[in-house]
Protein backbone atom coordinates (compact mmCIF):
# COMPACT_ATOMS: atom_id res chain seq x y z
CA UNK A 1 0.00 0.00 0.00
CA UNK A 2 0.87 3.32 -0.37
CA UNK A 3 2.00 5.85 2.70
CA UNK A 4 3.79 8.97 3.14
CA UNK A 5 5.35 9.67 6.44
CA UNK A 6 6.16 12.82 7.68
CA UNK A 7 7.38 12.31 11.41
CA UNK A 8 8.27 15.62 11.99
CA UNK A 9 5.17 17.29 13.02
CA UNK A 10 6.40 20.64 14.04
CA UNK A 11 9.45 22.76 13.53
CA UNK A 12 10.42 26.22 14.83
CA UNK A 13 13.47 27.93 13.72
CA UNK A 14 14.66 31.29 13.69
CA UNK A 15 15.11 33.77 10.27
CA UNK A 16 17.86 32.77 8.49
CA UNK A 17 18.50 29.17 10.06
CA UNK A 18 18.33 26.42 7.37
CA UNK A 19 15.70 23.81 7.69
CA UNK A 20 14.72 20.26 6.49
CA UNK A 21 11.58 19.01 5.97
CA UNK A 22 11.89 14.80 5.57
CA UNK A 23 9.74 12.59 3.86
CA UNK A 24 9.94 8.74 3.08
CA UNK A 25 6.82 6.73 1.22
CA UNK A 26 6.39 3.58 0.37
CA UNK A 27 5.00 2.10 -2.75
CA UNK A 28 5.35 -1.00 -4.63
CA UNK A 29 5.19 0.75 -8.01
CA UNK A 30 8.28 1.21 -10.31
CA UNK A 31 6.86 4.60 -11.78
CA UNK A 32 5.48 6.95 -9.19
CA UNK A 33 5.85 10.71 -9.02
CA UNK A 34 6.69 12.55 -5.06
CA UNK A 35 5.30 16.08 -4.73
CA UNK A 36 6.05 18.98 -1.93
CA UNK A 37 3.00 21.40 -1.65
CA UNK A 38 2.84 24.04 0.77
CA UNK A 39 -0.30 25.13 2.89
CA UNK A 40 -0.02 28.61 3.93
CA UNK A 41 -3.04 29.51 7.06
CA UNK A 42 -5.70 30.74 3.81
CA UNK A 43 -5.92 27.04 2.74
CA UNK A 44 -5.10 26.58 -0.78
CA UNK A 45 -2.23 24.18 -1.36
CA UNK A 46 0.69 25.57 -3.31
CA UNK A 47 2.09 23.52 -5.69
CA UNK A 48 6.11 23.18 -5.04
CA UNK A 49 7.88 20.59 -6.67
CA UNK A 50 7.07 17.09 -9.16
CA UNK A 51 9.84 14.55 -9.00
CA UNK A 52 9.42 11.14 -11.09
CA UNK A 53 10.65 8.15 -9.82
CA UNK A 54 13.40 7.47 -12.84
CA UNK A 55 15.00 11.10 -11.82
CA UNK A 56 17.15 11.30 -8.85
CA UNK A 57 18.86 14.27 -9.50
CA UNK A 58 18.30 16.83 -6.74
CA UNK A 59 16.85 20.26 -7.48
CA UNK A 60 17.25 23.67 -6.40
CA UNK A 61 15.42 26.10 -7.26
CA UNK A 62 16.23 29.53 -5.40
CA UNK A 63 16.22 29.07 -1.40
CA UNK A 64 14.31 26.02 -2.24
CA UNK A 65 16.43 22.35 -2.95
CA UNK A 66 15.31 18.68 -2.71
CA UNK A 67 16.98 15.71 -1.86
CA UNK A 68 15.84 12.49 -3.43
CA UNK A 69 16.65 8.91 -2.61
CA UNK A 70 15.27 6.01 -4.02
CA UNK A 71 17.72 3.82 -1.71
CA UNK A 72 15.90 5.13 1.21
CA UNK A 73 12.58 5.85 -0.13
CA UNK A 74 12.66 9.45 0.93
CA UNK A 75 12.74 12.87 -0.66
CA UNK A 76 13.54 15.87 1.88
CA UNK A 77 12.75 19.13 1.16
CA UNK A 78 15.32 22.24 2.57
CA UNK A 79 14.77 25.49 2.94
CA UNK A 80 18.11 27.66 2.54
CA UNK A 81 18.25 30.99 5.34
CA UNK A 82 14.57 30.58 6.15
CA UNK A 83 12.25 33.56 5.77
CA UNK A 84 9.06 34.36 8.27
CA UNK A 85 6.90 34.49 4.86
CA UNK A 86 8.09 30.48 4.29
CA UNK A 87 6.04 29.76 7.77
CA UNK A 88 3.40 26.96 6.94
CA UNK A 89 2.35 23.18 6.83
CA UNK A 90 4.20 21.22 4.11
CA UNK A 91 3.11 18.02 2.66
CA UNK A 92 4.91 15.48 0.92
CA UNK A 93 2.61 13.60 -1.31
CA UNK A 94 3.18 10.48 -3.80
CA UNK A 95 0.94 9.85 -6.77
CA UNK A 96 1.23 6.42 -8.38
CA UNK A 97 0.78 5.41 -12.19
CA UNK A 98 -2.21 3.90 -13.37
CA UNK A 99 -3.57 3.93 -16.81
CA UNK A 100 -6.79 5.23 -17.45
CA UNK A 101 -8.38 5.04 -13.98
CA UNK A 102 -8.04 7.52 -11.09
CA UNK A 103 -5.61 9.37 -10.12
CA UNK A 104 -4.86 10.38 -6.75
CA UNK A 105 -2.57 11.88 -4.35
CA UNK A 106 -1.54 9.97 -1.25
CA UNK A 107 -0.28 12.91 1.56
CA UNK A 108 1.75 12.45 4.16
CA UNK A 109 0.39 14.09 7.53
CA UNK A 110 2.37 17.47 7.20
CA UNK A 111 5.02 19.45 9.09
CA UNK A 112 3.97 22.57 10.51
CA UNK A 113 6.93 24.86 9.94
CA UNK A 114 7.11 28.24 11.97
CA UNK A 115 9.96 30.44 11.22
CA UNK A 116 10.37 33.20 14.12
CA UNK A 117 11.76 36.75 13.75
CA UNK B 1 -6.93 33.33 -16.07
CA UNK B 2 -8.97 31.99 -12.50
CA UNK B 3 -7.90 29.11 -10.55
CA UNK B 4 -9.97 26.57 -9.32
CA UNK B 5 -13.09 28.19 -7.35
CA UNK B 6 -14.91 26.96 -4.57
CA UNK B 7 -17.99 27.65 -2.83
CA UNK B 8 -19.24 28.32 -0.36
CA UNK B 9 -15.98 29.13 1.58
CA UNK B 10 -17.26 28.39 5.05
CA UNK B 11 -20.47 26.54 6.01
CA UNK B 12 -22.17 25.42 9.64
CA UNK B 13 -24.37 22.51 8.95
CA UNK B 14 -26.06 20.31 12.06
CA UNK B 15 -25.70 16.56 12.97
CA UNK B 16 -27.77 14.54 10.39
CA UNK B 17 -28.39 17.36 7.79
CA UNK B 18 -26.70 17.39 4.43
CA UNK B 19 -24.27 19.36 2.42
CA UNK B 20 -23.95 20.23 -1.28
CA UNK B 21 -20.01 22.11 -1.72
CA UNK B 22 -19.35 22.99 -5.18
CA UNK B 23 -16.27 23.50 -7.41
CA UNK B 24 -15.48 24.56 -10.69
CA UNK B 25 -12.39 23.55 -12.26
CA UNK B 26 -9.51 25.74 -14.33
CA UNK B 27 -10.87 26.59 -17.88
CA UNK B 28 -9.92 23.31 -20.34
CA UNK B 29 -9.30 21.15 -17.68
CA UNK B 30 -12.09 18.05 -17.27
CA UNK B 31 -10.92 15.99 -14.43
CA UNK B 32 -11.49 16.98 -10.66
CA UNK B 33 -10.74 15.42 -7.62
CA UNK B 34 -12.08 15.83 -4.14
CA UNK B 35 -10.46 15.85 -0.93
CA UNK B 36 -11.06 15.89 2.60
CA UNK B 37 -8.68 16.96 5.10
CA UNK B 38 -9.49 17.05 8.63
CA UNK B 39 -7.68 19.14 11.24
CA UNK B 40 -4.22 18.31 11.84
CA UNK B 41 -3.86 15.66 9.03
CA UNK B 42 -2.91 15.67 5.63
CA UNK B 43 -5.80 15.36 2.72
CA UNK B 44 -7.58 12.58 1.98
CA UNK B 45 -8.51 11.44 -1.19
CA UNK B 46 -12.86 11.26 -1.79
CA UNK B 47 -13.35 10.83 -5.50
CA UNK B 48 -11.91 11.74 -8.94
CA UNK B 49 -14.30 12.62 -11.79
CA UNK B 50 -13.65 12.69 -16.02
CA UNK B 51 -15.98 13.39 -18.51
CA UNK B 52 -18.30 13.39 -15.83
CA UNK B 53 -17.63 10.20 -15.12
CA UNK B 54 -16.48 8.83 -11.64
CA UNK B 55 -12.79 7.71 -12.23
CA UNK B 56 -11.92 6.80 -8.51
CA UNK B 57 -13.37 6.47 -5.01
CA UNK B 58 -11.48 6.73 -1.80
CA UNK B 59 -12.37 4.81 1.74
CA UNK B 60 -15.74 6.77 2.27
CA UNK B 61 -19.16 5.85 2.97
CA UNK B 62 -21.94 6.17 0.69
CA UNK B 63 -23.28 9.42 2.40
CA UNK B 64 -20.30 10.41 0.31
CA UNK B 65 -21.84 11.39 -3.34
CA UNK B 66 -20.66 13.27 -6.29
CA UNK B 67 -21.11 14.89 -9.97
CA UNK B 68 -19.84 16.12 -12.55
CA UNK B 69 -21.60 18.08 -14.73
CA UNK B 70 -21.32 18.88 -18.68
CA UNK B 71 -19.42 22.18 -17.76
CA UNK B 72 -17.02 20.35 -15.97
CA UNK B 73 -17.83 21.86 -12.46
CA UNK B 74 -18.57 19.35 -9.74
CA UNK B 75 -21.38 18.68 -6.53
CA UNK B 76 -19.84 16.76 -3.51
CA UNK B 77 -22.64 15.80 -1.34
CA UNK B 78 -22.92 14.91 1.71
CA UNK B 79 -25.46 13.44 3.77
CA UNK B 80 -26.20 12.45 7.71
CA UNK B 81 -23.82 14.58 8.16
CA UNK B 82 -21.66 13.15 11.60
CA UNK B 83 -19.41 15.76 13.88
CA UNK B 84 -16.54 13.60 12.44
CA UNK B 85 -17.25 15.10 8.45
CA UNK B 86 -16.01 19.16 9.66
CA UNK B 87 -13.38 19.27 8.06
CA UNK B 88 -11.62 21.42 4.95
CA UNK B 89 -12.76 20.25 1.60
CA UNK B 90 -10.18 20.65 -0.92
CA UNK B 91 -11.38 20.44 -4.80
CA UNK B 92 -8.71 19.37 -7.31
CA UNK B 93 -9.03 20.22 -11.17
CA UNK B 94 -6.37 18.68 -13.81
CA UNK B 95 -6.28 18.61 -17.26
CA UNK B 96 -7.34 14.64 -17.73
CA UNK B 97 -7.40 11.91 -15.09
CA UNK B 98 -5.10 8.95 -15.79
CA UNK B 99 -1.06 8.78 -15.13
CA UNK B 100 0.75 10.02 -11.95
CA UNK B 101 2.43 12.75 -13.73
CA UNK B 102 -0.73 14.66 -14.56
CA UNK B 103 -0.75 17.98 -12.01
CA UNK B 104 -3.49 18.77 -9.99
CA UNK B 105 -4.24 22.31 -9.34
CA UNK B 106 -5.86 22.69 -5.93
CA UNK B 107 -8.57 25.56 -4.88
CA UNK B 108 -8.86 27.29 -1.55
CA UNK B 109 -11.27 24.71 -0.17
CA UNK B 110 -14.74 25.13 1.60
CA UNK B 111 -14.45 24.35 5.18
CA UNK B 112 -17.39 22.61 7.06
CA UNK B 113 -18.07 22.43 10.19
CA UNK B 114 -20.71 20.29 11.89
CA UNK B 115 -22.10 20.97 15.20
Not at chain 1, 17 to 40: A, G, I, M, N, S
Amino acid sequence: AQKVTQAQTEISVVEKEDVTLDCVYETRDTTYYLFWYKQPPSGELVFLIRRNSFDEQNEISGRYSWNFQKSTSSFNFTITASQVVDSAVYFCALSEGWGQGAQKLVFGQGTRLTINP
Amino acid sequence: DAGVTQSPTHLIKTRGQHVTLRCSPISGHKSVSWYQQVLGQGPQFIFQYYEKEERGRGNFPDRFSARQFPNYSSELNVNALLLGDSALYLCASSFFSGGPNNEQFFGPGTRLTVL
